[in-house]
């Protein structure tokens, strides 16, 4: 579904990402791990079209998007959740929905806001509520239901569980679970290794940009003391 | 009574103020830009008015003439003097701001004379009502519905209308606004449109509070307006209409009870040291 083929992007001569490949397979998830300033999300937003590629390609369904414009990536079903979230603080939990159905027009949001609400119930509880008074957590949720609202077939998610309660970070994870049943493809980034490679179909691991290992799920569950070397945590811990 | 007609008196000069700030507060909010430039727009609404009524002799044409040319000025203010200074740091963008100020007062000056123009026909001016033992003209009632319908307007706009929400929505977070497919620059035009179209209005009513337009009107509410923007914390729309209102009472009580020590045009700077020692960001949050 989502490929990305021999990805360089960076920040003027500032190098974050060389040469990077990945897949991400309609009902699947692709982790994307990495120690700090790894260039993960470089690569997510590169992705999504804030981040300017320097070479390589980027292909959804087999057409190339990298030379699309963000709107025109969502529209086309690419689903953002940005790192550190970035809900429209300033506006309510509805209107957070609202604008993330944009690119599909009045009816089809109604449709699918109330999938959205029915995965996380906890929006509905505050839908008049200022987004910036949310608790981290539902903050969450909405940056996925926000996305959810413009129909991706691929969501892209940076840090599903930075700075979550374990409680809420179970919850996030189901509905994620959830929406590759459905088969949605989920590009997952994450601190909290052993999550991901729990459910991860495939796994690359990326180190000041470079690609330092990639295998299949089943593998890395295998290799996690490997996995964990090249996050630095098997030093630290 | 003669407090209750200090209050209003000064209500009504606050809601000129909260026409005016409106704008300035809005560029703030989008662009984290001071709009300085906002107050030769405001001029220049009420240049717009003056002529427009002393050619035609009718008053109810100057106002949209004042509010239409304002309002079409602001949008290529931004196309042609900020546009291609976004990416600099946002001293650069002030300094051609105030630069592009100082030329448009000396254009006016330049054009239409340094004593300025008086309208020719001025009922408006004349025209006084009693409300409750109160005597106000038709400009000051015109200053206070105008701000009461303008306001009010657009606050249905921004809270219920789907472009409000886009407007919204970029302010809080522009990149992901747009990768929902949320044209900044259209908002951008909007935002100029709206702020400028509401300055021209204020500029044409105080020009005919005076029964006068002249080259440095912008001058004061230019610095008054930043004084409320702060005041009202930054970029915070609800907060710089208040803070507007205050100021507007703060003078008017001011001119009686402190006119020994302070000048009128000087209490807005007072007001405001006074409140940042105390709140230094200001009477409200800033946005975000
Ligand atoms: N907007 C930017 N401008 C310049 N350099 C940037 C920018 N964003 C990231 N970088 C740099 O690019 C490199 C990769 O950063 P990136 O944010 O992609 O890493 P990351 O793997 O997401 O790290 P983290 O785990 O801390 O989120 C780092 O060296 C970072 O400093
Ligand atoms: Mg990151």
């Known amino acids: ?237 | 009574m003669f407090h209750l007609e200090l209050l209003v008196v000064g209500l009504i000069w606050g809601a000129m103020y909260a026409m005016m700030a409106l704008g300035l507060t809005l560029v703030y909010g989008l662009l984290r830009i001071l709009h300085v430039a906002h107050a030769g727009v405001f001029a220049l609404g009420a240049y717009a008015g003056v002529l427009t009524a002393n050619a035609t002799g009718s008053l109810w044409l100057a106002v949209p003439a004042a509010i239409g040319v304002a309002a079409a000025v602001g949008p290529l203010i931004y196309r042609f003097i900020y546009a291609p200074m976004l990416s600099r740091p946002p001293y650069v963008a002030l300094i051609a701001s105030i630069g592009l100020f100082i030329a448009m007062e000396d254009g006016f000056r330049l054009l239409f004379g340094p004593y300025g123009l008086p309208f020719d026909y001025n009922p408006w001016f004349v025209t006084t009502y009693s409300l409750g033992g109160i005597s106000l003209n038709v400009v000051q009632i015109a200053m206070a519905v105008s701000t009461l319908v303008l306001a009010g307007a657009f606050g249905v706009f921004i809270a219920a209308t789907r472009v409000g929400v886009a407007w919204r929505a970029t302010v809080s977070d522009p990149q992901m606004a747009q990768s929902f497919g949320i044209d900044p620059v259209r908002v951008r035009y909007l935002n100029f449109a709206i702020g400028s179209a509401m300055a021209g209005a204020a500029g044409l009513l105080v020009g005919l509070l005076n029964n006068l337009v002249e080259p440095g009107m912008g001058a004061v509410v230019s610095y008054k307006g930043l004084a409320i923007i702060v005041l009202g914390g930054l970029g915070n729309v609800p907060g710089a209409v208040v803070a507007s209102l205050i100021l507007g009472v703060v003078e008017s009580f001011g001119t009686v009870y402190l006119a020994a020590v302070l000048d009128r045009d000087a209490i807005a700077f007072a007001v405001l040291i006074a409140v940042l020692l105390i709140r230094p960001r200001g009477l409200f949050a800033p946005a975000r």
Do not use: W
């Open chain 1, 1 to 237: 579904m989502l490929e990305v083929e021999a990805l360089h992007c960076g920040y003027g001569a500032l190098r974050a990402v060389q040469d990077l490949s990945l897949r991400v397979e309609a009902g699947r998830i692709t982790a994307l791990l990495g120690p700090n300033g790894a260039g993960k999300s470089s690569t997510v937003m590169a992705i999504a079209g804030h981040v300017a590629l320097s070479a390589g390609d980027v292909r959804l369904d087999g057409e190339s998007i990298a030379a699309a414009s963000p709107v025109e990536r969502t529209r086309r079903g690419i689903g953002l959740v940005p790192e550190g979230r970035r809900v429209f603080s300033d506006l309510s939990v509805a209107e957070n929905l609202l604008v993330g159905g944009y690119v599909h027009g009045r009816d089809a949001a109604r449709a699918r806001e109330s999938r959205v609400l029915a995965l996380f119930p906890r929006l509905a509880e505050r839908y008049r509520q200022r987004a910036g008074t949310l608790s981290g957590g539902e903050q969450q949720m909405l940056a996925i239901g926000r996305a959810l609202m413009a129909d991706p077939k691929v969501l892209l998610i940076d840090e599903l569980s930075l700075g979550l309660m374990p409680a809420i970070v179970d919850q996030c994870f189901a509905a994620v679970l959830d929406l590759v049943r459905e088969g949605v493809a989920v590009l997952l980034v994450e601190q909290n290794t052993q999550r991901a490679l729990e459910h991860a179909d495939s796994v690359v691991v990326l180190v000041s940009g470079h690609t330092v290992y990639r295998a299949s799920g089943e593998e890395s569950r295998r290799d996690t003391g490997l996995v964990d070397s090249y996050l630095g945590l098997r030093e630290a811990g």
